[in-house]
């Protein structure tokens, strides 16, 4: 019998509550700053240096981390609710959003001590931005024919290669990335590769910048040419970077970002139909919340599973499908409905922005972080298939 | 509460496993497995989980009957427990003693309505309602000059014009022509039509979930055997895609389903949130079991297609609970015109609330 999936009705708890008042109160104030935008997701200055810091200062960066890196030792649903409350905003949060979800428990894992003790507390105050370097220009989805090699010097490697399509590398000051360290074998193609944190500000790094077809420049080339990486900057074992994709692959998959990047179109969509709908834009609205609703107690669901100690990799691998699937719909089926809006709503100039946008940024939302075909082939493990 | 830790709903599984054997019923031409499947239930307490023990019921908790209704979904059980169960819980509402015997509820869609008139009698037309052609009672809910009431009725004292689902199990049409009922009282404060529907839209919903895992389970199942090309069919990628497509759907009815069960069984009042739990369900449900099931046959092949095979005993009846209490359109509009109500910055909130 097929392993049953599970997804437990689990709720947060009323201290998130608490917390997501003092989250909204805090982006409020910021907008009435004029930090940000929220009606504005197609803003090219997201990378707002400031506004972290003042993230990190609330004690909202590295929220489940050991206290003595700088962190809060709270709860994961914690977390989960400033994730949603900020993505849900459109704040601004791509200086820490890669450092506090992925890069910071990488390090808290294999990082030796005095790295995490000089790199985590500053994470947590806001001041670092990571960038992710797995993808290269030959290797996509098949992350093990990764080429970019780290030849042993001494006291170090020597790295030589390209990564490309790497986010915020022209921000960064630090990446982690996979470097070929041996060959494959023929046992296993996947041994080999070895995980490393790299100063972005090391000689030899070249950042190129590549424009995306929505206009805005978020990812990169970045070209090593004899970048020294020392020892103790290397992440776990040698050759062994496979075995190191853990639990936090399930975070990373099941989060509120997996379903939230294109909700606003669905709020201005409510804004323009008014409070009186005919019944085709109702019917089309109450259908989206309900999947919405849906989604959102599922991602909310597998965090609760991974507070309480379990691993529900193929429901987080389900809720990444299924979330990028309905948020690159979302501007497609809203675009349908606003057809029927009267074209005197007073918010139509923003909707038809906001549609834009967000149908131009739709098909990335199913290849970032591995592409629809992957996570199926990850679940049809699950289930036992393969 | 997790299912393991629901005995209800363990005895439950038992029953079907023992006595509703897909398998066994697809092959049975008489039904014969009717009675002794009704009779270890009613043994159990189960059709009367959700009536309190001083209205003659097993007593058992809203999450407990709900654990049991997921299984009776898996086991695509087609006799009226769920009906009986919801039939109970209205009684109940009144403080209206349940009979030990098999019951449906009426109405069974949101656009019917029962008029409640002068000298105490009922009038109006209730249809779809699942299973009233068998049973012996009727639970109702009325609206009369004084308000909302509930009645049990006499099966026999309304006119029935039978009818079937897509799975050819009773959909009837329900005549109340000036039927007297058994025992009539008023519905508690707050609780009118809507509420009946969004605890008959949650049942259902936890059925088609349930539908689904076992959809899931036996298209899994299939896929490991059989052979085409020299290969077992699970080997080849667009068919482990399809299934993991039919888990997502699966997983999306199960969270929905269960998280709206929770709602109810925690809720202190059908407010906002609780239309939203209960009325995204059965959308989420109904588009889940529209997908879900086109996989599963999908991945079947002509066998699936089968009388002699038992995927259409989920198949279908996931399709057919869709139409119960509330459409997945008539929910859509009802939440949309809800969400539209309360304006554009009290989506998120709404949303984040649950
Ligand atoms: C906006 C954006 C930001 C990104 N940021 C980063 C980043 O910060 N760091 C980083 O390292 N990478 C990043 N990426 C890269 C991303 O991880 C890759 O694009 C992704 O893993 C797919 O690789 P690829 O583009 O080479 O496509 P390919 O792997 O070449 O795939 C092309 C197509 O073939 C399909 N395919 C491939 N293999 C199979 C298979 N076995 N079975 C079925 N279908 C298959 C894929 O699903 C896809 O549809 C980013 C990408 C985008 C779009």
Known sequence: MTAALRFDPIRLPPECEVLRQ???????????????????????????????????????????????????????????????????????????????????????????????MDILPRICRGEVCFSIGMSEPNSGSDLFAAKTKATKTDGGFLINGS???????????YMIAIFRTSPSTKENRRHGLTQFLVDMKSP??????????????????????????????????????????????????????????????????????????????????????????????????????????????????????????????????????????????SNHATLDEQLAFAIKTAPKLTIQGGTTEVLRGIIARGLGLR | MTESENIVAETAERIFADLADAQTINGSKDGAWKGPLWHALAEAGLPLSWVPEDCDGSGASLAEGFGVLSAAGRSALAVPLAETMLAGWLLAQAKIASPSDTMTVAPANPKDRIALNADGTLSGRARGVPFAKGARFIAVLAHGADGIAIALVAIASCRIDPGLNLADDPSDTVIFNNAKPLVLKPAPAGFDQTALMLMGAVTRSLQIAGALESMLEISVRYSNERVAFEKKISKFQAVQHNLAK?????SAALAAASSAADAIANAEAFDDALFLEAAAAKIRCAEAAEKGAAIAHQVHGAIGFTQEHILHRYSLRALAWRDDFGHESHWGVELGKLVAARGADELWPLVASR
Do not use: C
Request: hydrophobic share 40%.
């Open chain 2, 246 to 250: 039919l888990a997502g759907e699966t």
């Open chain 1, 163 to 173: 990564k490309i399509w790497t986010t915020s590398a022209h921000i960064a000051d």
């Open chain 1, 204 to 345: 030899g790094i070249k950042v190129n910048p590549i424009a995306q077809m929505t206009g805005l420049y978020e990812f990169n080339e970045v070209v090593f040419e004899d970048v020294f990486v020392p020892d103790d900057h290397m992440l776990g074992e040698i050759d062994g970077a496979w075995k190191q994709a853990t639990s936090e692959l399930a975070y990373e998959r099941s989060g509120p970002e997996r379903f939230l990047e294109t909700y606003y179109v669905l709020t201005e969509l409510v804004r323009a139909v008014g409070p009186n709908p005919d019944s085709r834009g109702a019917e089309g609205i109450g259908r989206l919340v309900a999947q919405l609703h849906t989604m959102r107690r599922m991602s909310v669901s597998v965090a609760g599973m991974l507070q309480a100690g379990r691993e529900p990799v193929v429901e987080a691998s389900i809720v990444k499908d299924i979330g990028t699937i309905w948020e690159q719909q979302l501007p497609h089926r809203v675009r349908e409905l606003a057809a029927f809006v009267d074209s005197d709503a």
């Open chain 1, 22 to 116: 003092e989250v909204r109160a805090f982006l409020a104030d910021e907008i009435a700053a004029g930090t940000f935008d929220p009606h504005k997701p197609q803003r090219e200055d997201s990378d707002a240096p400031e506004f972290s810091r003042r993230v990190g200062e609330r004690g909202w960066l590295g929220m489940t981390w050991p206290k003595k890196y700088g962190g809060h030792e709270r709860s994961f649903l914690e977390r989960y609710v400033v994730t949603e409350e900020m993505r849900v905003a459109n704040a601004p949060t791509r200086r820490f959003f890669v450092a506090d979800r992925q890069s910071g428990p990488v390090l808290l894992k294999y990082a030796p001590e005095h790295i995490k």
